[in-house]
């Protein structure tokens, strides 16, 4: 699985997490967080035939309070020739999510993407052992 980090109401589903006051109930952020997470997963790199959040493009996801959506992500590399679709896919299977009042999508290159993101089913898909 990519390491993506949650953070913000959605942090505390870390395990190391401190405790955060947050006005979503529990329950709701772990479905808000696992129904953004399914949806990310339907974002497809056109040139790559493995979702987007195997790849690892994904970096960090906040919720907040009011139910919007803040996602960090890279792409395979800064010329990437998919660099003006993605985010708006991002944006879209993220904001179709149930509950969800809002997306933002930014793009970063800090750190920069690289194979060791990816998890190992995006490996065994790429046959990249």
């Known amino acids: 699985m990519s390491e993506t980090q949650t953070s913000g109401a959605a942090a ?13 109930p529990q329950e ?22 493995v979702d987007i959040y195997e790849l690892g493009l994904i970096y960090k996801v906040d919720i907040t309070d009011d139910r919007q959506v803040a996602v ?12 003006a679709e993605l985010p708006g896919m991002v944006e879209g299977a993220v904001a179709s999510v149930g509950g969800v009042s809002g997306v ?22 790429l046959n990249l052992w």
Do not use: H
């Open 12 to 24: 505390a589903d870390s395990p190391n997490a401190p405790e955060i006051d947050s006005a979503i």
């Open 28 to 49: 709701e952020l772990e479905r808000l967080t696992d129904e953004i997470v399914s949806a990310l997963k339907t974002v497809y790199d056109p040139e790559i035939p």
């Open 72 to 83: 960090e992500m890279t792409l395979t590399t800064p010329n990437c020739p998919s660099a």
């Open 104 to 125: 933002t999508v930014n793009l970063t290159f800090d750190p920069p993407w690289d194979q060791g993101r990816m998890s190992e089913e995006a490996r065994l898909a």
